[in-house]
Structure formats: structure tokens, C-alpha cells
């Protein structure tokens, strides 16, 4: 596993992203455009390679741009 695909707790995803718990629990539940693991029937978790590609994709040039 390399270093920026640590597995990171729905908190410190949050944590990193600057956004709430519940914002990332309703992006799953809503489909997520955020990927993540499920490690077992219950455990979610966030590859930190997969924050920053998030991160990425997000770059605007202007906040009339869509997605």
C-alpha cells in the first residue's frame, strides 16, 4: 500500500476535507461521488489517494462552472 493510500476513519476524511461526518455519510448514501471502502458489513473507510483525486476534480475557474 503506498503512503497516500492510507485508510483513513469517516472523521478524519472529513477532518481533511474540511467538511462534516454527515456530508459524507449522505454522499454515500446519495451515491457517492467520494469513493470509499467497506471493510466488513459496517466499517467505512477513505483511501487518502482517493480524497486527493477527489480534491482535484474539484478545481473551478469560476463558480458559474458546472461539473
Known sequence: MAIN???LTTKE????????KAF????RWAGARIPFIK???RTV???LSD???YIKK???LSTSQVA
Do not use: C
Not at 476524511?13 to 462534516?20: D, M, R
Not at 459524507?24 to 454522499?27: F, H, I, N, S, Y
Open 5 to 7: 493510500d492510507k485508510l
Open 13 to 20: 476524511a472529513a477532518e481533511y476535507l474540511g467538511v462534516s
Open 24 to 27: 459524507l455519510e449522505r454522499d
Open 39 to 41: 471493510v466488513g458489513s
Open 45 to 47: 473507510r477513505y483511501r
Open 51 to 53: 480524497l486527493e483525486e
Open 58 to 60: 474539484q478545481v473551478r
